[in-house]
C-alpha cells in the first residue's frame, strides 16, 4: 500500500509542470507526501512564499539550486520540504542510516531549523538530530554514537569537523540530500575549508541545496564545487 501511494506521488512529481504559466502557490496543491501534508497544515502553513514557490518545484524534481533571497523570506521551508519529501519518496527507513545533512552557520540557526523540522516532520517517522557542539554532557564519543541512528542532521561546520576528523563514526555513504544554509555567512565565517572537507566526504550523486541571504563570489566559488548543473531562482525586492 505505502508502494502505490509512494509511485502515485512520484507520477505527480513527475507531472509537474516546471513551466506552467500558473505557479503554484499552494502547500495544498504541490505534490507531497500526506504526512508532511499535515504537518504543515498543522503548523498553519497555506500560502507559499515567492521563494519557495520558484524553489520548492524544481527541488521536488531532484535539481540542485543556488537560492537568493532576502533574511525571512521562508527559505527554510524551501529546503526542509524537499528534505523530508526525498527521504519519503525513497522509502526511508531508521536502517538507512544518514539520509541529509543540513549545514548551518551558527548554533543558534540550526536550532531554528531542527524546531521547524521537528514542527513540519511531526507526522514522519524519520530521526532527527542536532549537532552543535556545547551541549552539556554530551561527549564528542556519546554524540557519534547518536549520529549513526540518525537519518537527518542538522549541524555547524565547526562540530561536523571534530566528528570528520574521528573518522570511523561518520557514515554519509548513503547520503541523499545536502543543504547549505546561509552559505554566504558560511563563507564569511571562514568555514570553507570544513565545507570542503565535509563535502569531499559525501558521495557524488547526491542532490544538493544551497542557500543565502546575498549572492557574492565566494558563494559562487561554493557552487560551482558544491552543485551540480543547478538552477539559480533569487527573489528581488521591488525597487
Ligand atoms: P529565512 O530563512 O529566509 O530568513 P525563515 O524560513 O526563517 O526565513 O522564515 C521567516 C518567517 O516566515 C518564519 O517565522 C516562518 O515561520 C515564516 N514563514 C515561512 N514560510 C511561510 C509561509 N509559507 N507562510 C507563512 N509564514 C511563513
Ligand atoms: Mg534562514
Known sequence: REQDEVADLQARVNDLDLKSTTPITKFAD???????????????????????????????????ILGAAKTGSGKTLAFLIPVLEKLYRAQWTEYDGLGALILSPTRELALQIFDVLRKIGRKHAFSAGLVIGGKAGFSL???????????????????????????????ADNLQILVLDEADRIMDMGFQREVDQLVEHLPKDRQTLMFSATQSKKVSDLARLSLKDPEYVSVHEAA
Open 141 to 171: 564519543k556519546e554524540e557519534a554514537e547518536r549520529l549513526t541512528r540518525m537519518n537527518i542532521l542538522v549541524c555547524t561546520p565547526g562540530r561536523m569537523k571534530q566528528h570528520l576528523e574521528q573518522a570511523a563514526s561518520f557514515n
Open 30 to 64: 504541490l505534490p507531497l507526501s500526506e504526512p508532511s501534508a499535515a504537518g504543515i497544515s498543522a503548523s498553519h502553513f497555506t500560502t507559499l512564499t515567492e521563494i519557495q514557490a520558484q524553489a520548492i518545484p524544481l527541488a521536488l524534481k531532484g535539481k540542485d
